[in-house]
């Protein structure tokens, strides 16, 4: 990181001869808790070494200047016309400025150089990194003192609403709300969160991208929100409380399967399961049970593939080699589905020979190799010193 961080503090400085804010922006993990946040339940995700760094400073006009080392693009705008452009990653800033814009805090433009090492569009969540590292940025070039919860609400207003994606705020919150060596449960209802120690020098998180991109992601995703939304108004006319499906239990389910359309109460089902298995995994970690939280590591897969049908053949195939190797405790699809990556839980020892073994099998099934990062849970957004 300290080099990637060097080298965009010296860009920036080449291009705008002053001398930047510093900001780290993590990628995310999510262990267990998957289409959940959207239904006000409850996930799992930390914050990890992958980053994107932004070196950042601000104006006295309404000019707003933004280099992607990544795409070595530019893009010049200003802040009384954001639109959204054709080229799709000025889009995630465009968005962060409108959404403070929209809630009235006083902002000047901004200059600004990014860039990383978060795969992209891979799964860990590059663009709440984007967006989450831009919403702290602001925040303290403009000294709006928001905390952090409301940075995570901008920054998810500026996907949902600038760049188009109903994406519920896990990413952003675990990107803002990271701590080294924790994960954390957020509810999803109360935008609350408990941490959980996930350190232990003999295990490792492994990521492992299928590097096919989420094509039917967004208009999948969307139907998934609609399915979850019209169970709950059918179970709502014999539970008037129900909110959302946060509120239902299998036995409601069960009660009034009939009435369902039989895709539909697999969603819902789905949700209502996973959501207990957060509860669960989160106990398991408590008493340090890797065996018993790779077990539902699986489980959630299982119900990712099967109810839920947001998994792929190459994530299903990623997991089945994973799940094949000793020492291996869980994996799953991690993220939106359709594409993006796994997430795995793996003794250390084992590491190299999952890498390569992975690797193997994949490219011999696939043609393809999948790029396989081993993660560190680290700190959430924060100024660096470089
Ligand atoms: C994407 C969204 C998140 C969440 C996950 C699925 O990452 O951005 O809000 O819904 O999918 O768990």
């Not at 309404?62 to 280099?67: T, V």
């Not at 989420?214 to 929100?225: D, H, T």
């Not at 409380?241 to 969603?267: A, C, G, N, Q």
């Not at 359709?338 to 490219?363: D, H, K, N, P, W």
């Amino acid at each position: 990181m300290e080099k990637l961080a060097a080298s965009i503090k010296e860009i920036f400085e080449k291009k705008f001869q002053k001398n930047p804010l510093m900001i780290a922006s993590p990628g995310r993990i999510n262990l267990i808790g998957e289409h959940t946040d959207y239904n006000e339940g409850f996930v799992l995700p930390g914050a990890t070494d992958l980053v994107i760094v932004f070196a950042v400073s601000a104006r006295d006009d309404r000019q707003c200047r933004f280099y992607s080392v990544d795409f070595d693009r530019e893009y010049v705008t200003d802040l009384d016309h954001l639109v959204r452009s054709d080229q799709r990653w000025p889009d995630y800033l465009q968005g962060v400025l409108y959404a403070f814009l929209k809630e009235g805090y006083r902002i000047n433009g901004i200059d600004l150089a990014f860039g990383g090492n978060i795969p992209i569009g891979g799964g860990m969540s590059s663009s709440a990194a984007v967006e989450g590292g831009l919403a702290f940025a602001l925040n303290h070039l403009f000294d709006l003192k928001l905390d952090l919860l409301t940075l995570a609400r901008l920054a998810r207003r500026a996907e949902n609403e600038f760049v188009g994606v109903r994406c519920g705020i896990m990413d952003m919150y675990a990107n803002l709300h990271g701590q080294p060596g924790r994960v954390m449960k957020v509810d999803c209802r109360h935008l609350i969160h408990e941490y959980f120690p996930f350190v232990r020098p003999d295990l490792r998180v492994i990521v492992s991208d299928t590097g096919v991109r989420r094509e039917l992601a967004f208009s999948e995703y969307n139907v998934r929100r609609q399915q979850c939304e019209e169970g709950v108004s059918l179970l709502r006319k014999y539970y008037p409380e129900i909110k959302s499906l946060r509120d239902v239990t299998l036995e409601m389910l069960e009660e009034h399967r009939k009435e369902f359309h039989p895709v539909i109460w697999k969603r819902c089902a789905y949700v209502v399961r996973e959501n207990h298995r957060v509860e669960l995994a989160c106990q398991d970690l408590l008493r340090q049970d890797f065996v018993c939280f790779g077990e539902r590591m699986k489980e959630s897969h299982a119900g990712l593939r099967d109810e839920y049908e947001v998994s792929s053949p190459e994530l299903n195939l990623l997991v089945e080699l994973a799940l094949s190797l000793p020492g291996v405790y869980g994996s799953r699809m991690m993220g939106a589905g359709f594409g993006g990556c796994t997430i795995s839980l793996v003794e250390a020892q084992v590491v190299e020979g999952f890498i390569r073994l992975v690797s193997a099998g994949y490219e011999r099934r696939t043609g393809r190799q999948p790029a396989i990062h081993v993660v560190r849970v680290e700190a959430g957004t924060r100024i660096i010193e470089v």
